[in-house]
């Protein structure tokens, strides 16, 4: 039986921001001393929003975005949000928590 | 695109070491291509032109136009890819030259005319001589000099000159020919006694024939001997003087003579077509060393003068050989222009770099891509096959300014990004600072490069001058646009640490001083744009002021004369009047050095010149020795001297400059008029009233006529009595008369090494009035004179006929001094339609250097709005947005707004080269517009509020905007300074970039922010 060890219970905040503030963002997030690690990857966004919108994006019918994930405790989750909100890419970011039922990894076999 | 500078980013960061190996691979390989490329002074402008020369002894200039010149033109204008056919027919030459368009092999050229002659040659007069000429380029002609001896006649020195210098330089690699002009060249002449071959029974025929006979060496077949061949031959030339006199000769009643006992024996002179003086001192002996088409002129002029080195201890001791023209003196001068030329702009770039960034490391790192983008320059003109000259240089030295733009924003965008504390890696830093000005920093250069592409399809001699200049800037901009995304960001990871970023004191200043200067603009927005647009205008009106040119002469530093007698003049008397004319000038011009001049043909017959046509070559004294240092205070004081001699026509010209005239359009000057017509003596009229009203125009200088008329000739005909009493007929009659003028060629003996003419040549004086006196001994011994045989005629005729694709002309040439040339042309224009109307089948052309004016100007016009148009399209590429992309194009119009005004003050006038600076304007111009705006466009989609992301942006944009615009100009600003070959065709384009950057500066930095903000106000409020 492979053994797993468990985390305590954190939220996941996913970011999601425009492709051309995904490097500004990432950089932002890095200097964020309570943020271990992130993934990050390319995603396409579809908006009623029209103005939100380049034309070539209308033309395509979505948006080039980069969206963020990251595992924290809720405490530090609003760390994160509240340095967010100061940042000039605050206006064009959009935020989810939810909440993480479980989460781990496996210890190599020697470990255990 | 993001992903792929990404990629490469990284790769470069990551990969550190392998950038810094290719970099010095790149500096390696390039100094390498430095050391190999050849060098010139300037590019090789000759057209790909094919000349026939053909020689047909007896025929007057209308003969030869008629028999040879007009068949030659009807085979020749059917050969395809052909632009233009001219001709020149002259007493006994035919001298055609087929012009092809740009880019057509020279060797399909030349076989194309080949066939073409051969296939008519059938049709054209017997006894004609030449054909196609050697190939040459106005380049060809490296070095000159005389052969120099106070004890060794004119003989003797040409022998030298021929039998051992000449074959020495002939061996050199990269050597066509050796010219030979001037002396005497040797015959063994037999000179008959009348009286003597009477009573032997002979004519002159029957001596000539025999002579040729006995005279010759014959191969007769080949025996076997055993198992080898040998070959049998039968001899008979002779090799002494003394074998020739003891030739033996049958007369008619079958007794044997010994030719001393008919003739005489001696060596003679040959018949002279030209001739050389020097220093007004006496003749002398000159050899032109004429390069191979594409050879590497330093390699070869070095290779020659260590021949000649090697040489001298073989020649006679008093024997001197004076070179006084040295194309390498013209290459060192212009490679050395260039050369201190670029080394000042380098270091101002580097002292304005230190200067701004406060940084001496920093400004080092941007500096270190001068050296490798020009060694990458060197490699990248190395693989296109072009030549290091003035133009090519040029375009070096053009570009250093623009070299730093890309890795200036570079390096400074970094040193910013370092110098905000941030706990992330330095390396990554880098990454972001780079990213974020790559794409701004490609479209900007490529901008730059669409910006020169107009120039790429320049023609003719603008085109061969420019196409060099925009290559290499194009090849210097790629170079350095690479090695600011790749060395660049390797070299800062190793060199710049995070550091509070200290602008200098004096920086910090300009800063507040812009902000409120700016604050006052946005202020009162509308006034200002106002101003600016009243400023357009106001250039506008000086624009139509301006004087309109082809291109400054390029100085090669000596002057030559080409001088024009009148038609009839003797060779004695020509070269009487040059040593006269050659005195003068050195007594009243102590600046010249020495002199030389050489009139008539050259041996080769590359230059087949009248008697009366004299090229006169005037080598100067270093400028440090003469009394004023300019070169036309000089040419007015030889003005003044030669017109001293009456009937003497003259023009200026230079070694180059006369060839690529000569070459281009077979006239030489500013404005060169041709009135086309069928009737000669109609066309000599008009030309010389056009003359007449064009030099009463102010500007007007050295006007002349190509002289056409007044050739004199001795017509001689057969009576219709003497061919019935006498066996005479005309062949037999033109012998007579040769064997006691020009002598008839009898074979070769053999002088050692060398062939030595036989020339049967009667001697006694002949004159005008003599000439019907002259003896003739008939067949049957009959002797008589040539009055009682034929008449004697004295006609006049032209000297030369001159045609263009089939149609005769009259040309009219003049310079133009102290005023524009096209402003020149149009009032004479009006004037010639006033004064002069033509008869009907004639009509009048201006060429010259207006022609070339004209083209240029037409296909600049053409060809910029639409390099405009691809600007646009790349800047629609950057910012996705057309009014973006229009509002970063309205930079140019008041860009150039400056660079209008510099020339208007200066006082220069709108050329090719100004217009070449026109368009480095608009490149700068649109690159400043593209990193202002890029800014701004990041902060907008960061979310920064308008109004504070255009002052904020606009202030952050000020270092690197005027960073670059003060490397653009210190940059040129050496070419306003140096003198020297080259430095009057850069110094309109300095003059364009420098004041333009003044004007362009300004409305980046004032108009740019208000602009973005008053269009991003109207597409909110459209919202």
Same mark, same amino acid.
């Given at each position: 039986?492979?053994?797993?060890?468990?985390?305590?219970?954190?939220?996941?905040?996913?970011?999601?921001?425009?492709?051309?503030?995904?490097?500004?963002?990432?950089?932002?997030?890095?200097?964020?001393?309570?943020?271990?690690?992130?993934?990050?990857?390319?995603?396409?966004?579809?908006?009623?929003?029209?103005?939100?919108?380049?034309?070539?994006?209308?033309?395509?019918?979505?948006?080039?975005?980069?969206?963020?994930?990251?595992?924290?405790?809720?405490?530090?989750?609003?760390?994160?949000?509240?340095?967010?909100?100061?940042?000039?890419?605050?206006?064009?970011?959009?935020?989810?928590?939810?909440?993480?039922?479980?989460?781990?990894?496996?210890?190599?076999?020697?470990?255990? | 695109?993001?992903?792929?500078?990404?990629?490469?980013?990284?790769?470069?960061?990551?990969?550190?070491?392998?950038?810094?190996?290719?970099?010095?691979?790149?500096?390696?390989?390039?100094?390498?291509?430095?050391?190999?490329?050849?060098?010139?002074?300037?590019?090789?402008?000759?057209?790909?032109?094919?000349?026939?020369?053909?020689?047909?002894?007896?025929?007057?200039?209308?003969?030869?136009?008629?028999?040879?010149?007009?068949?030659?033109?009807?085979?020749?204008?059917?050969?395809?890819?052909?632009?233009?056919?001219?001709?020149?027919?002259?007493?006994?030459?035919?001298?055609?030259?087929?012009?092809?368009?740009?880019?057509?092999?020279?060797?399909?050229?030349?076989?194309?005319?080949?066939?073409?002659?051969?296939?008519?040659?059938?049709?054209?007069?017997?006894?004609?001589?030449?054909?196609?000429?050697?190939?040459?380029?106005?380049?060809?002609?490296?070095?000159?000099?005389?052969?120099?001896?106070?004890?060794?006649?004119?003989?003797?020195?040409?022998?030298?000159?021929?039998?051992?210098?000449?074959?020495?330089?002939?061996?050199?690699?990269?050597?066509?020919?050796?010219?030979?002009?001037?002396?005497?060249?040797?015959?063994?002449?037999?000179?008959?006694?009348?009286?003597?071959?009477?009573?032997?029974?002979?004519?002159?025929?029957?001596?000539?024939?025999?002579?040729?006979?006995?005279?010759?060496?014959?191969?007769?077949?080949?025996?076997?001997?055993?198992?080898?061949?040998?070959?049998?031959?039968?001899?008979?030339?002779?090799?002494?003087?003394?074998?020739?006199?003891?030739?033996?000769?049958?007369?008619?009643?079958?007794?044997?003579?010994?030719?001393?006992?008919?003739?005489?024996?001696?060596?003679?002179?040959?018949?002279?077509?030209?001739?050389?003086?020097?220093?007004?001192?006496?003749?002398?002996?000159?050899?032109?060393?004429?390069?191979?088409?594409?050879?590497?002129?330093?390699?070869?002029?070095?290779?020659?003068?260590?021949?000649?080195?090697?040489?001298?201890?073989?020649?006679?001791?008093?024997?001197?050989?004076?070179?006084?023209?040295?194309?390498?003196?013209? $290459?060192?001068? =212009? #490679?050395?222009? @260039?050369?201190?030329?670029?080394?000042?702009?380098? &270091?101002? /770039? %580097?002292? !304005?770099?230190?200067?701004?960034?406060?940084?001496?490391?920093?400004?080092?790192?941007?500096?270190?891509?001068?050296?490798?983008?020009?060694?990458?320059?060197?490699?990248?003109?190395?693989?296109?096959?072009?030549?290091?000259?003035?133009?090519?240089?040029?375009?070096?030295?053009?570009?250093?300014?623009?070299?730093?733009?890309?890795?200036?924003?570079?390096?400074?965008?970094?040193?910013?990004?370092?110098?905000?504390?941030?706990?992330?890696?330095?390396?990554?830093? $880098?990454?972001? =600072? #780079?990213?974020? @000005?790559?794409?701004?920093?490609?479209?900007?250069? &490529?901008? /730059? %490069?669409? !910006?020169?592409?107009?120039?790429?399809?320049?023609?003719?001699?603008?085109?061969?001058?420019?196409?060099?200049?925009?290559?290499?800037?194009?090849?210097?901009?790629?170079?350095?646009?690479?090695?600011?995304?790749?060395?660049?960001?390797?070299?800062?990871?190793?060199?710049?640490?995070?550091?509070?970023?200290?602008?200098?004191?004096?920086?910090?200043?300009?800063?507040?001083?812009?902000?409120?200067?700016?604050?006052?603009?946005?202020?009162?927005?509308?006034?200002?744009?106002?101003?600016? #647009?009243?400023?357009?205008?106001?250039?506008?009106?000086?624009?139509?002021?301006?004087?309109?040119?082809?291109?400054?002469?390029?100085?090669?530093?000596?002057?030559?004369?080409?001088?024009?007698?009148?038609?009839?003049?003797?060779?004695?008397?020509?070269?009487?009047?040059?040593?006269?004319?050659?005195?003068?000038?050195?007594?009243?011009?102590?600046?010249?050095?020495?002199?030389?001049?050489?009139?008539?043909?050259?041996?080769?017959?590359?230059?087949?010149?009248?008697?009366?046509?004299?090229?006169?070559?005037?080598?100067?004294?270093?400028?440090?020795?003469?009394?004023?240092?300019?070169?036309?205070?000089?040419?007015?004081?030889?003005?003044?001297?030669?017109?001293?001699?009456?009937?003497?026509?003259?023009?200026?010209?230079?070694?180059?400059?006369?060839?690529?005239?000569?070459?281009?359009?077979?006239?030489?000057?500013?404005?060169?008029?041709?009135?086309?017509?069928?009737?000669?003596?109609?066309?000599?009229?008009?030309?010389?009233?056009?003359?007449?009203?064009?030099?009463?125009?102010?500007?007007?200088?050295?006007?002349?006529?190509?002289?056409?008329?007044?050739?004199?000739?001795?017509?001689?005909?057969?009576?219709?009595?003497?061919?019935?009493?006498?066996?005479?007929?005309?062949?037999?009659?033109?012998?007579?008369?040769?064997?006691?003028?020009?002598?008839?060629?009898?074979?070769?003996?053999?002088?050692?090494?060398?062939?030595?003419?036989?020339?049967?040549?009667?001697?006694?004086?002949?004159?005008?009035?003599?000439?019907?006196?002259?003896?003739?001994?008939?067949?049957?011994?009959?002797?008589?004179?040539?009055?009682?045989?034929?008449?004697?005629?004295?006609?006049?005729?032209?000297?030369?006929?001159?045609?263009?694709?089939?149609?005769?002309?009259?040309?009219?040439?003049?310079?133009?001094?102290?005023?524009?040339?096209?402003?020149?042309?149009?009032?004479?224009?009006?004037?010639?339609?006033?004064?002069?109307?033509?008869?009907?089948?004639?009509?009048?052309?201006?060429?010259?250097?207006?022609?070339?004016?004209?083209?240029?100007?037409?296909?600049?016009?053409?060809?910029?709005?639409?390099?405009?148009?691809?600007?646009?399209?790349?800047?629609?590429?950057?910012?996705?947005?057309?009014?973006?992309?229009?509002?970063?194009?309205?930079?140019?119009?008041?860009?150039?707004?400056?660079?209008?005004?510099?020339?208007?003050?200066?006082?220069?006038?709108?050329?090719?080269?100004?217009?070449?600076?026109?368009?480095?304007?608009?490149?700068?111009?649109?690159?400043?517009?593209?990193?202002?705006?890029?800014?701004?466009?990041?902060?907008?989609?960061?979310?920064?509020?308008?109004?504070?992301?255009?002052?904020?942006?606009?202030?952050?944009?000020?270092?690197?905007?005027?960073?670059?615009?003060?490397?653009?100009?210190?940059?040129?600003?050496?070419?306003?300074?140096?003198?020297?070959?080259?430095?009057?065709?850069?110094?309109?384009?300095?003059?364009?970039?420098?004041?333009?950057?003044?004007?362009?500066?300004?409305?980046?930095?004032?108009?740019?922010?208000?602009?973005?903000?008053?269009?991003?106000?109207?597409?909110?409020?459209?919202?």
């Amino acid at each position: 039986m492979v053994n797993a060890q468990q985390q305590s219970p954190q939220v996941m905040l996913t970011l999601i921001v425009p492709q051309s503030l995904a490097d500004a963002c990432a950089d932002v997030l890095m200097q964020i001393p309570v943020v271990q690690g992130f993934t990050q990857d390319a995603v396409l966004g579809f908006s009623r929003r029209p103005s939100a919108m380049s034309t070539a994006e209308q033309v395509a019918g979505r948006q080039a975005n980069s969206r963020f994930q990251l595992l924290l405790g809720e405490d530090e989750a609003q760390i994160v949000l509240a340095n967010l909100a100061q940042q000039q890419l605050s206006g064009r970011l959009h935020y989810e928590l939810s909440a993480v039922l479980a989460h781990g990894h496996y210890l190599p076999a020697e470990v255990r | 695109m993001n992903a792929m500078l990404t990629g490469l980013l990284t790769a470069v960061l990551t990969q550190r070491w392998v950038v810094l190996a290719f970099a010095a691979l790149l500096a390696v390989a390039g100094g390498r291509a430095w050391l190999q490329l050849p060098i010139d002074a300037f590019p090789d402008i000759s057209p790909t032109q094919v000349k026939i020369i053909l020689k047909a002894p007896g025929m007057t200039a209308e003969e030869v136009e008629r028999l040879v010149t007009r068949p030659l033109e009807l085979a020749l204008q059917g050969i395809p890819q052909q632009r233009l056919l001219r001709s020149t027919s002259k007493y006994a030459i035919a001298d055609l030259t087929v012009d092809f368009v740009e880019g057509t092999p020279i060797d399909w050229a030349r076989q194309q005319v080949i066939n073409r002659l051969s296939e008519t040659r059938a049709e054209l007069p017997g006894g004609l001589e030449g054909g196609v000429a050697p190939m040459s380029t106005p380049l060809s002609d490296v070095l000159m000099f005389t052969v120099d001896s106070p004890t060794l006649d004119l003989r003797e020195r040409r022998q030298i000159l021929q039998r051992q210098i000449r074959p020495a330089l002939r061996g050199v690699p990269g050597v066509a020919d050796v010219n030979l002009l001037g002396g005497d060249a040797l015959v063994l002449n037999i000179a008959p006694d009348l009286l003597a071959l009477q009573s032997a029974g002979l004519t002159l025929e029957e001596l000539a024939r025999q002579i040729e006979q006995q005279n010759q060496n014959q191969g007769a077949g080949r025996l076997d001997l055993g198992t080898e061949a040998i070959t049998v031959r039968i001899e008979g030339q002779r090799q002494q003087t003394e074998a020739v006199e003891a030739l033996s000769v049958r007369g008619s009643n079958g007794q044997r003579y010994r030719l001393t006992e008919l003739a005489s024996v001696s060596i003679d002179r040959q018949e002279r077509y030209g001739a050389v003086t020097h220093n007004g001192q006496g003749e002398a002996v000159q050899g032109l060393v004429i390069a191979l088409r594409g050879t590497n002129t330093g390699e070869l002029i070095r290779a020659v003068q260590q021949q000649l080195q090697t040489l001298q201890p073989m020649l006679p001791a008093d024997v001197h050989i004076n070179v006084f023209y040295n194309r390498q003196q013209l $290459i060192d001068t =212009a #490679v050395g222009t @260039v050369e201190e030329a670029l080394g000042l702009a380098v &270091l101002f /770039v %580097v002292l !304005v770099l230190v200067l701004f960034l406060g940084n001496v490391r920093a400004a080092l790192l941007v500096a270190v891509n001068l050296p490798l983008a020009a060694l990458a320059t060197f490699l990248l003109m190395r693989y296109a096959g072009m030549s290091a000259n003035l133009m090519s240089l040029g375009g070096l030295v053009i570009a250093i300014g623009m070299l730093v733009d890309s890795s200036v924003v570079v390096v400074e965008n970094t040193l910013d990004r370092l110098a905000t504390p941030r706990p992330l890696p330095k390396l990554h830093i $880098i990454l972001q =600072a #780079v990213k974020e @000005v790559s794409l701004p920093v490609i479209s900007g250069t &490529l901008i /730059v %490069v669409i !910006v020169f592409l107009p120039l790429l399809t320049l023609d003719g001699l603008e085109g061969k001058l420019f196409i060099p200049v925009a290559l290499t800037i194009v090849f210097a901009l790629l170079s350095s646009l690479v090695l600011s995304l790749t060395l660049l960001p390797a070299l800062c990871g190793w060199l710049l640490h995070p550091a509070a970023e200290q602008h200098p004191h004096w920086f910090s200043l300009l800063q507040r001083g812009y902000a409120a200067m700016l604050e006052r603009v946005l202020a009162h927005w509308r006034r200002f744009v106002v101003s600016l #647009v009243l400023l357009f205008a106001l250039s506008l009106l000086a624009f139509s002021q301006l004087g309109r040119t082809f291109m400054p002469t390029l100085d090669e530093g000596d002057i030559m004369l080409q001088i024009e007698k009148i038609p009839t003049i003797s060779l004695d008397a020509s070269i009487a009047l040059d040593q006269r004319i050659e005195a003068e000038l050195l007594a009243k011009v102590p600046e010249i050095e020495q002199i030389v001049a050489r009139t008539g043909s050259d041996e080769i017959g590359m230059d087949p010149m009248g008697l009366n046509e004299t090229d006169l070559f005037m080598q100067l004294k270093p400028v440090r020795q003469w009394r004023q240092p300019d070169k036309a205070v000089l040419e007015a004081e030889i003005r003044q001297v030669l017109q001293q001699f009456p009937g003497v026509n003259f023009g200026f010209t230079q070694p180059i400059d006369m060839r690529v005239s000569e070459m281009l359009t077979g006239a030489r000057g500013d404005v060169a008029i041709k009135i086309f017509g069928p009737d000669l003596a109609v066309l000599a009229d008009l030309a010389a009233k056009t003359a007449a009203i064009v030099s009463q125009e102010a500007g007007a200088v050295d006007t002349q006529t190509a002289v056409t008329a007044g050739s004199k000739l001795l017509n001689i005909r057969l009576n219709d009595a003497a061919t019935d009493l006498y066996s005479i007929d005309s062949a037999k009659l033109a012998q007579q008369v040769r064997s006691s003028l020009a002598g008839i060629e009898v074979g070769q003996m053999m002088d050692g090494e060398w062939p030595l003419p036989l020339l049967l040549r009667q001697r006694h004086e002949v004159s005008t009035e003599t000439l019907a006196q002259l003896p003739l001994l008939l067949d049957g011994g009959v002797q008589t004179t040539l009055g009682t045989v034929a008449e004697i005629k004295r006609i006049d005729g032209p000297v030369a006929i001159s045609r263009e694709n089939g149609s005769r002309f009259a040309l009219v040439r003049t310079n133009v001094a102290g005023r524009d040339l096209v402003g020149f042309v149009g009032a004479i224009e009006q004037q010639l339609a006033a004064k002069l109307p033509l008869p009907a089948g004639y009509r009048l052309v201006f060429g010259g250097q207006f022609e070339n004016q004209q083209r240029a100007a037409g296909r600049l016009l053409l060809v910029v709005p639409l390099s405009l148009g691809l600007i646009f399209l790349l800047l629609l590429a950057t910012f996705r947005d057309s009014k973006k992309a229009l509002l970063v194009l309205s930079n140019i119009p008041f860009a150039l707004t400056g660079g209008i005004f510099g020339l208007f003050i200066s006082g220069e006038y709108l050329s090719v080269p100004a217009s070449v600076g026109f368009i480095a304007l608009m490149g700068v111009a649109v690159l400043n517009g593209v990193v202002m705006i890029s800014h701004f466009e990041d902060q907008w989609r960061a979310g920064m509020p308008l109004g504070h992301l255009v002052r904020a942006g606009a202030l952050r944009r000020l270092r690197p905007v005027l960073m670059t615009a003060a490397t653009a100009l210190l940059g040129l600003l050496p070419l306003l300074f140096v003198s020297g070959p080259g430095s009057e065709l850069q110094r309109p384009l300095a003059v364009v970039v420098i004041s333009g950057l003044f004007s362009a500066t300004v409305v980046t930095l004032f108009l740019m922010p208000g602009a973005y903000q008053w269009l991003m106000h109207n597409n909110k409020a459209r919202k």
